[in-house]
């Protein structure tokens, strides 16, 4: 399994000089190699090089594996989209491989520029010196816009033997809720709800203010930059929080020897339909990358993690199996009218996405899968369990 770990750069003025200039000149050749293979149609990385490799040293000063490496992220560039020419900005991520930089322990790294080698020492915490050893293959030398530098280290780790499962972890998504599993633990997203409000409130002032300027004949170039900030800010925020709801599941899970059990969301906003009010609200979560975090986590622990539909997740009893909108008497309030069993909502409907993946996957957990809940569809049998969460 490949992860990528983040190492802070502190070079000196000097070397921050020579970095940038560096990075700046590999991206305008970048951007120039780029105009002439989308002019000829060109995406043969032997045949760019064959033509320009020459052209490259030349003009802008790159040593050969520079140049080598200019091409090969031109060509992967253009073979995304034949029909667009690449542009590269001028402090875009630059690619640094085993040739062009070398690690001198774990405090100090080589790194070429167009005025010869740099050590430059870095920094990196306990999580990325746990990993570091495993370092394979290409990194990125990335300058932020507040003047700091980061190389981006690609580790390549050992998968991890499967624990011995015995159970899953159901774990409800939501937006009151981020999360909840089917122990009762809630990951609340009121903090969530209240940033996103609050940046979506500054994007509104800062779009008016822009159309305000081009109405004026302005340029609103600072404008844009603020908007850029807010949404560099709330991504960063956004990240931080599934991060730390990921790393929580899949610690409960692991302490217990469960799988993981998810919802499948994937095109969420294409098959539900939200009142307009409604949209930015529901849809304002990144639940796609909190799965992604959950993945790759839990295969870092050698836990499985299970998607089930979660079609009637949240109106249908996990005691009786009866399925009803009546059932969800509010957005907290899960009372089912067939067997009076009631408890939260979101607590009801991890424990039949629980439910679910050990129908889909016994052989993980190891058991024989038990037809109860909502699995056992409207009318099933199943006596009633306590559940002694009533509200």
Not at 72 to 94: G, I, Q, W
Request: charged share 25%.
């Amino acid at each position: 399994m490949e992860l990528t770990l983040q190492l802070q750069l502190l070079p000196d003025t000097e070397q921050a000089t020579r970095l940038q200039a560096t990075v700046e000149r590999f991206n305008a050749a970048c951007t120039w190699l780029a105009e002439q293979a989308y002019a000829q149609r060109l995406a043969n990385k032997v045949r760019l090089q064959r033509q320009y490799y020459t052209d490259l040293r030349a003009r802008f000063g790159l040593s050969a594996q520079m140049a080598v490496r200019c091409i090969a992220r031109v060509v992967d560039a253009y073979k995304r989209d034949k029909s667009l020419c690449p542009t590269f900005r001028p402090h875009a991520a630059m690619p640094y491989d085993q040739r062009l930089m070398s690690f001198k322990g774990v405090a100090q790294v080589s790194l070429l520029t167009l005025d010869g080698r740099v050590l430059v020492p870095f920094v990196m915490g306990a999580y990325q010196r746990a990993r570091f050893t495993e370092a394979k293959g290409q990194c990125h030398l990335v300058r932020r816009d507040d003047g700091r530098w980061f190389l981006l280290v690609v580790v390549k780790l050992p998968e991890h033997a499967p624990l011995p499962i015995t159970d899953f972890l159901g774990v409800d998504l939501g937006v009151v809720n981020l999360a909840t599993t089917s122990d009762g633990t809630t990951h609340s997203g009121a903090a969530v709800d209240a940033c996103r409000t609050r940046y979506a409130r500054r994007r509104q002032r800062l779009q008016r203010a822009a159309h305000r300027a081009q109405m004026a004949g302005k340029r609103p170039k600072n404008i844009r930059r603020a908007l850029q900030r807010t949404a560099r800010r709330e991504a960063a925020f956004r990240r931080d929080v599934n991060h730390r709801i990921s790393k929580t599941l899949v610690a409960a899970a692991t302490d217990t020897a469960r799988g993981l059990a998810l919802e499948d969301l994937q095109d969420l906003r294409a098959r539900a339909r939200f009142r307009k009010p409604q949209r930015a609200r529901m849809t304002g979560w990144a639940f796609a990358q909190l799965r992604g975090f959950v993945e790759y986590k839990a295969s870092l622990a050698g836990l499985p993690v299970v998607l089930v539909d979660p079609k009637h997740t949240s109106q249908g009893c996990n005691v009786c199996g009866h399925i009803a909108r009546g059932n969800r008497r509010s957005q907290a309030r899960f009372s089912c009218t067939q067997c009076d069993y009631t408890t939260h909502a979101d607590f009801n409907a991890a424990l039949n996405i629980r439910a679910r993946a050990l129908v889909i996957a016994p052989e993980v957990a190891g058991r024989r899968p038990q037809q109860r809940g909502l699995l056992a569809g409207a009318g099933a049998s199943d006596k009633p369990r306590p559940s002694g969460r009533s509200l």
